[in-house]
């Protein structure tokens, strides 16, 4: 968001060019703009703040440009240097330092300058200086700490608590107003003003307004000052500013010819802004009465008036749904919002000067953003009409309508507490100091002050008190209806307090007995837990046990298998050495065999060769040929014989050799095989004798925890029979409690009650006789001017 300040400060941008020579500083000689002054502003500053160009909207070229200021607000103050703008930008104290990016102009131009302001910042040397007045009540605006007084905030000390006037019955409040940091609630009314302290609800004052009605009641930021503004309809207005601490007039401002209805003191408390039927929204001047500046833009009664917490600016409102705000230094309109249909009724700041909060007779409430003037959210608050709209310091928002109900808003728009409906118009409502309590007041002349959090009503406030004789009469006759019922009351404590305590007694025994039996519950279901530790670390053994065993019979059954197949090995390798022999001498046998055969062939063989040699012809020769053929087939297939029954021979003498050798070799491997087997056999019996050793103590790892478990059992009933007395116990005691309670918070209350009148019974005394004292020195004062007045 631009900052309205900056756009203020940054408006003197000073260029760094050539120097000017000054004329001589004599004492006599008046510093005026056209002589002096004007020369450094055009040397320094002309190339950025001049006619055609004006930045910032800051003119210095001249003398009415460079007093009017520029867009957001004047830079010279006359009379007052330490108060202008302008000084701390040239000292480079303030930011922006100017000229921008260079040291600061020489010491004896800005000496010229201060001096100048000093002297009523005159234009020529035949102009008469005119320096704005002071307002009477200074306060230099923080706007960090929302405007909170480095002292104690203001409270009213020994204020006059005599009504100033007495009335019968009750009007409607329509001027409500909580002062920003002290628990302090001032009520509007006819011709005074009532300061109610919040946390007691104690009358801590009553200023009179003898000019008329009251139809505003404005804290100063600080809290230091109350504005009242009011007046007599079609007749007069005006608005007062009363030290809240002495109940003194600081000023008076405006000289309305109407009823003032819309008023708001600034920030630093220079100025107030008055509106009303007039139409007209006037600023004034609070030190001297003087109007600073009137704006006529509103088409309709100003209804509602406020400055934003930083004093930049000034929203107002009026009875023909016109929001407007305006920029407070110059008085030029900053924003014109249009969003209402009906009468504004009540305008509200959030404490950072960003958000503005309308209300309206269009039963609306809405929030303004001030960067572009946008309506950020529309709440339909009372559907009647909203009639008055306050921020709380952390952005909630309490509102009252003419559906007779106050409520809280979060910033959101989303709402947190309605409170209890009016008889009737429900039409002001405020936050207290602390934002703990909420005060509204309605159309009937009622008051109430609720509590923030849960909406429970605290108190009603009276608007109108009785006299402070009448108020010691009801005080003291209320003290000792109070004081007798307390001691009523009080007598039938001590057979309750007796009871309770008896009953006490009982629980804390119960408690004990509850605690005992919860104890040795835990101890038995720890002594289960260990159990079950101990009865998995036995399922884990066993089960490694069993393991183990298992795995040794394996082995063993292997190493027997292997013993009997050694032993069998060496039959079994007997037996195939035998049948290799036999092998080896069948295939003897038939190479014997194939070999006779083949020689018996032989003979036939030469025969048939010897034929075909002597064969004598053709035919003889072929049959001998044949014959030779069938012949030598034959020779062939029994040389083939003896050939494989040679083979089967070698064949059969390797077998033999393999078996002799294996026979040889089997003997050797029993032993070792029967040695495994024997020791295979005695880790067998080790591992099932551990086994069973484990299954054993399992077993009693079983029992130990099953009667665990019903030691806990039985623990466990016991506590749900201690438990039972003890709720018993405890019942009674509630019991005994409640009645004691009953009856000792209506003492308590009534006591209570009785103390607080008798210290409201005090103050009216002192008060009383402070009022006493006034009136004697007055029929004093009298007596003597009439005394006076005879003599003369």
Request: charged share 20%; hydrophobic share 45%.
């Amino acid at each position: 968001m631009r900052s309205r300040i900056s756009a203020v400060l940054s408006s003197v941008a000073f260029l760094c060019v050539a120097p000017v020579a000054l004329a001589d500083d004599k004492a006599a000689e008046k510093i005026t703009f056209a002589d002096h002054v004007s020369q450094v502003f055009r040397s320094r500053c002309g190339a950025c703040h001049n006619p055609d160009k004006a930045k910032g909207g800051l003119n210095l070229e001249t003398y009415s440009g460079a007093m009017q200021g520029g867009g957001s607000g004047k830079v010279i103050e006359p009379g007052d240097p330490d108060g202008s703008s302008i000084l701390g930008l040239i000292l480079q104290t303030d930011e922006p330092k100017m000229p921008p990016k260079s040291e600061k102009i020489p010491d004896a131009e800005i000496d010229l300058i201060r001096k100048w302001i000093a002297g009523g910042a005159l234009e020529t040397s035949g102009s008469v200086a005119t320096v704005k007045a002071k307002p009477k009540f200074e306060m230099k605006l923080d706007p960090s700490a929302l405007g909170k007084p480095a002292g104690e905030p203001a409270m009213p000390h020994d204020l006059l608590t005599e009504p100033f006037v007495p009335q019968a019955h009750p009007s409607a409040v329509v001027a409500l107003a909580a002062s920003p940091w002290a628990p302090l609630l001032a009520v509007g009314g006819h011709k005074q003003v009532l300061l109610y302290r919040t946390t007691d609800h104690h009358l801590m004052g009553v200023l009179p307004f003898p000019e008329g009605t009251i139809h505003v009641l404005k804290f100063s930021r600080n809290g230091d000052i109350l504005l009242a503004a009011g007046g007599r309809g079609g007749q007069s207005g005006l608005a007062v500013g009363f030290n809240v601490k002495t109940g003194q007039r600081v000023f008076e401002v405006g000289k309305e010819y109407d009823a003032v209805i819309a008023a708001d003191i600034s920030p630093d408390h220079g100025q107030v802004a008055l509106g009303g039927p007039s139409r007209i929204l006037r600023i004034y001047n609070t030190a001297d009465n003087s109007l600073v500046y009137e704006m006529k833009k509103h088409t309709e009664w100003v209804t509602a008036v406020e400055f934003s917490p930083d004093g930049v600016l000034l929203a107002s409102g009026d009875r023909n749904n016109g929001l407007m705000v305006w920029e407070t230094a110059t008085g030029r309109e900053f924003h014109d919002l249009r969003g209402h249909n009906t009468a504004l009724t009540d305008v509200s700041w959030r404490a950072d000067s960003n958000v503005l909060a309308s209300s309206s007779e269009d039963g609306t409430v809405k929030l303004w953003e001030m960067e572009n003037g946008t309506a950020i959210k529309n709440i339909a608050a009372h559907g009647p009409g909203a009639s008055s709209v306050r921020f709380a310091k952390d952005g909630r928002l309490v509102t009252s309508g003419r559906d007779r109900v106050v409520r809280i808003w979060d910033q959101n728009g989303g709402k947190q507490l309605e409170f209890e409906a009016f008889n009737d118009l429900a039409l002001r409502a405020v936050f207290t100091h602390d934002e703990a309590a909420v005060a509204g007041a309605g159309w009937m002349g009622d008051i109430r002050l609720w509590n923030a959090k849960d909406g429970h009503r605290l108190t009603v406030l009276a608007p109108n008190p009785a006299p402070i004789a009448v108020r010691i009469d009801q005080t003291q006759q209320a003290m000792t209806a109070a004081t007798a019922e307390a001691a009523a009351l009080s007598k039938e404590l001590p057979p309750l307090q007796t009871a309770a305590a008896a009953a006490t007694d009982v629980q804390a025994k119960a408690q004990q007995a509850a605690t005992a039996a919860e104890q040795a519950a835990a101890q038995q279901a720890a002594v289960v837990v260990e159990s079950e530790k101990v009865v998995n670390a036995k399922v884990a053994v066993l089960q490694d046990a069993s393991a183990t065993a298992g795995a040794a019979e394996q082995i063993a059954g292997q190493s027997q298998a292997a013993q009997a197949a050694a032993e069998k090995a060496v039959a079994d390798t007997t037996a195939a050495e035998k049948a290799a022999a036999d092998a080896l001498a069948a295939s003897k046998t038939a190479v014997e065999k194939a070999l006779a055969d083949k020689t018996a062939n032989d003979p036939a063989l030469a025969a048939a060769a010897a034929a075909l040699k002597t064969a004598a012809d053709a035919a003889a020769t072929v049959k001998a040929a044949d014959e030779l053929v069938k012949q030598s087939q034959r020779a062939t297939e029994l040389i083939q014989a003896v050939a494989a029954a040679g083979r089967r021979q070698a064949d059969a003498l390797a077998a033999l050799n393999v078996a002799t050798a294996a026979k040889a070799a089997a003997p050797a491997a029993v032993a070792p095989a029967q040695s495994r087997n024997k020791a295979a056999q005695i880790g067998l019996v080790a591992a099932k004798a551990a086994a069973k050793a484990v299954e054993l103590e399992k077993a009693a790892a079983d029992k130990a925890l099953a009667d665990a478990r019903a030691a806990s059992a039985t623990a466990t009933a016991a506590v749900a029979g201690v438990k039972k007395n003890l709720e018993i116990a405890t019942a009674g005691k509630a019991a005994a409690d409640k009645a004691l309670a009953d009856k000792a918070g209506p003492a308590a209350a009534v006591q209570a009650k009785a103390v607080a009148l008798k210290a409201e019974l005090d103050l009216l005394a002192v008060e009383k006789q402070r009022a006493d004292a006034s009136k004697a020195g007055l029929a004093a004062a009298a007596n003597t001017g009439d005394a006076q007045a005879k003599r003369e």
